[in-house]
T-cell receptor, first 113, second 112 residues
Framework: KAGVTQTPRYLIKTRGQQVTLSCSPI?????VSWYQQTPGQGLQFLFE???????NKGNFPGRFSGRQFSNSRSEMNVSTLELGDSALYLC????????????FGSGTRLTVV | ELKVEQNPLFLSMQEGKNYTIYCNYS?????LYWYRQDPGKSLESLFV?????AVKQEGRLMASLDTKARLSTLHITAAVHDLSATYFC????????????FGKGTHLIIQP
């Protein structure tokens, strides 16, 4: 059974640019959530999608957005990148309500220079 | 606002010893999760605790949940070097709002 696939694994961008990260959940999982991990702030919730609808949203500025497609794959976009956006971005896949847990992908390490 | 506090944040221990990591949370929750993270890696799911009094064990690790005290523990028995990692607890708020709130993590080093 394939796990959660995140692409790309590493990314270097310049301040002011935008970036799109991709996440393919485990087959059959309809929920995808995104997290940002930094040494200073730890792991923080960005948003969650279920059946193409944003179900929950964390406390991040509007520069952070996402979407989910009909095949449950999800993308997150960050516009007008800032140095502070450098982080490991993790997506998590679950069947629905997390009762069987959340499986995390390997992450995308974004560096903004 | 849901807050999750782990302690200790750093733990150095010898192989063969027992120790407990504590996870306190501030508001009602119906789900608690434990994860392990190795340096430069993603999060590996260890336990999902769904109800008061839940206890789960896998190898040398045992996790429990007391929803009345808003406390979960991760107990390590007879530690071995391979258990060196950072351990996170995460709590899902009641009703599923706001995703998972993570503790700051416990950086565990087990020395031979």
């Amino acid at each position: 059974k394939a796990g959660v696939t995140q692409t790309p694994r590493y990314l270097i961008k310049t301040r002011g640019q935008q970036v799109t990260l991709s996440c393919s959940p485990i087959s059959g999982h309809r929920s995808v959530s995104w997290y940002q991990q930094t040494p200073g702030q730890g792991l923080q919730f960005l948003f969650e999608y279920f059946s193409e609808t944003q179900r929950n949203k964390g406390n991040f500025p509007g520069r952070f957005s996402g979407r989910q497609f009909s095949n449950s794959r999800s993308e997150m976009n960050v516009s007008t990148l800032e140095l502070g956006d450098s982080a490991l971005y993790l997506c998590a896949s679950s069947q629905g309500d997390g009762g069987h847990g959340y499986t995390f992908g390997s992450g995308t390490r974004l560096t903004v220079v | 606002e849901l807050k999750v506090e782990q302690n200790p944040l750093f733990l150095s221990m010898q192989e063969g010893k027992n120790y407990t990591i504590y996870c306190n949370y501030s508001t009602t929750s119906d789900r608690l999760y434990w994860y392990r993270q190795d340096p430069g890696k993603s999060l590996e799911s260890l336990f999902v605790l769904l109800s008061n009094g839940a206890v789960k064990q896998e190898g040398r690790l045992m996790a429990s949940l007391d929803t009345k005290a808003r406390l979960s523990t991760l107990h390590i028995t007879a530690a071995v070097h391979d258990l060196s990692a950072t351990y996170f607890c995460a709590v899902r708020g009641s009703g599923g709002a706001d995703g998972l709130t993570f503790g700051k993590g416990t950086h565990l080093i087990i020395q031979p």
